[in-house]
């Protein structure tokens, strides 16, 4: 490969929570085991070579001064959209800067419902959704994802019917692909979706923060592109944060084609004066969307397909009582441990310390509304992948100290 997916990068010190927190209470590494981090997402490889080069070379100019977004910001989302989404006419107007995708979802949240108004989300559901609707006043009405007979997630059309007439709903966050499950929505799936919220007169948001990462084998639909409808009652959120490792610069973008909607949302996010771009999440966003950027994503994507291959694998065929979907897209694994921890008869909170006992930092599932769950990032070198699925055989799924 061109790039580097292989390097172990002490990011100690480094401005990384990823690496610098454990995010569950009362857990420590014991002495003699390495962290390898598992949880939030980010990656822990080194960015696009061109997003670090654009960032310089405006580093270079000793202005920082107020500024518009340029014609190249605008021009970029563009061409990214159309070469790696399929996107035709897509134009200047439709697109605007948002502050993270849950600054997006908040403004929308205020535009277009009312406090102790429901919304409906999918469940499992990604937390940041969780607290920004409940932050925001409002209440959440769960339509739970189900597992067929293969172990794929899927909707329930009928239940989402159900729930949003019965709770006079008509605002839905709708997240392609999905997180923390990984599934890549097929193309009748977002239009039967649609189709629902559209009975229901809904406007809809649509998290398309992780169309980039899909998995060898699977493609994004971007959900504006599945009717006329959609198109119009569609408020997609994308960003080059999750393709490139960006979070710390901050930076996501809107693409609203409908103009109420779009006069909506940036009225209402223009009211807290939060909403402002940030000179080099600009000039980063330029360095990623550019001809080094598409091929540095196309070898990520196969970096990541090869990693949940191996972590999948090794899942199943190692740790009796844990279960999960194969993700499709994303770089999260969501294990359940239930039959696990009812077999070993242990608890949830036991089970994640074990983990973070001997250095696999994961994440507590249970946030994202599923009460035996744990959320695992395999974004990292897959010699720390095989690291990390070693060490939980031995010392916690198949610790002979346990039996």
């Known amino acids: 490969m061109k790039y580097d997916f292989t390097s172990i990068i002490d990011r100690r010190g480094k401005d990384s ?117 409940e932050n925001n006043g409002r209440k959440i009405i769960h ?106 610069l901050i930076g996501s973008y809107h693409i609203i084609y409908n103009p109420y909607l779009r006069d909506r949302v940036r009225k209402q996010s223009g009211l807290s004066h939060y909403n402002s771009m940030n000179v080099l999440s600009m000039h980063a966003l330029i360095g990623a969307y550019g001809a080094e950027g598409q091929e540095w994503v196309d070898e990520l994507r196969q970096v990541l397909s090869g990693n949940v291959d191996y972590a999948y694998r090794y899942i199943c065929d190692h740790f009796e009582g844990v279960t999960l979907s194969k993700p499709q897209g994303t770089y999260m694994l969501y294990l359940d441990c239930e039959e696990w921890c009812r077999t070993h008869h242990m608890d949830m909170d036991e089970l994640i310390r074990a983990g973070i006992r001997v250095g696999v930092i994961w994440q507590d599932g249970r946030p994202f509304n599923r009460p035996w769950a744990i959320r695992m990032n395999l974004a990292l070198p897959l010699s720390l992948v095989q690291e990390a699925m070693e060490r939980l055989d031995r010392y916690v799924f198949n610790c002979k100290e346990e039996k």
């Open 17 to 133: 929570i990823a690496v610098d927190v454990i995010p569950f209470p009362e857990a420590s590494v014991q002495e003699g085991f390495s962290r390898i981090p598992m949880w939030v997402a980010d990656m822990n490889y080194a960015t696009a070579p061109s997003i670090q080069e654009a960032i310089i070379e405006r580093t270079k100019h000793p202005a920082f001064g107020y500024f518009d977004p340029s014609d190249e910001y605008y021009g970029k989302i563009i061409e990214w959209q159309r070469i790696r989404n399929g996107v035709e006419g897509l134009a200047k107007d439709d697109i605007g800067y948002e502050n993270g995708v849950l600054g997006c979802v908040s403004s929308a949240l205020q535009a277009f419902t009312a406090p102790g108004e429901a919304v409906l989300l999918h469940a499992p559901t990604y937390v940041g959704f969780t607290g920004t609707v």
């Open 143 to 248: 339509s739970d994802l189900y597992l067929d007979e293969n172990g794929v997630w899927r909707m329930d059309y009928e239940d989402m019917d159900r729930k949003l007439k019965e709770h006079h709903i008509h605002f839905a966050i709708f997240c392609s692909p999905h997180n923390p499950c990984g599934r890549v929505w097929e193309r009748e799936e977002i239009e039967a979706a649609m189709e629902v919220y559209a009975r229901n007169d809904c406007v809809v948001i649509s998290d398309e923060i992780w169309s980039d990462l899909i998995l060898e084998d699977h493609k994004h639909i971007p959900t504006q592109s599945v009717s006329e409808d959609a198109k119009n009652r569609t408020i997609a959120i994308y960003a080059p944060s999750k393709t490139f490792n960006l979070a710390g």
